[in-house]
């Protein structure tokens, strides 16, 4: 009982650390997972480890989607090709013009009003 009772304090951690990711490193994240599973039976160690990585892999999968998108829409300031310039990926792929890439994930640009 006492080692499930540790694997659930270790999912409440992990979910914690997800959500909060920038109070806890992942060093720190894989510390408290292997103090955790030094005191469970190896049968238990496979699934809270298998549940952790899982985990982990969801949180930076969400951050690499984001990455994803920046870097497909944001446009090339310079570059040795110059119908590049001024252009993201996206625009050159598609041969489409887009909005700035904050504007198609709903947030409104800032903009300085003339002088």
Excluded: I, Y
């Amino acid at each position: 009982m006492e080692g499930r009772q540790l694997a659930l304090d270790l999912f409440a951690q992990l979910d914690e650390a997800v959500r909060l990711p920038e109070e806890m490193s992942v060093s720190e994240l894989l510390g408290r997972l292997e103090r955790t599973l030094m005191g469970m039976p190896r049968s238990q160690q496979m699934a809270v480890a298998g549940e952790a990585l899982t985990q982990l892999v969801g949180a930076f999968a969400e951050r690499a989607e984001l990455l994803r998108f920046f870097l497909n829409h944001r446009t090339f300031m310079r570059s040795q090709c110059p119908e590049r310039v001024g252009k993201s990926p996206a625009e050159l792929m598609t041969g489409q013009p887009h909005s700035h890439w904050l504007e198609l994930l709903g947030f409104e640009r800032f903009r300085r009003n003339p002088a």
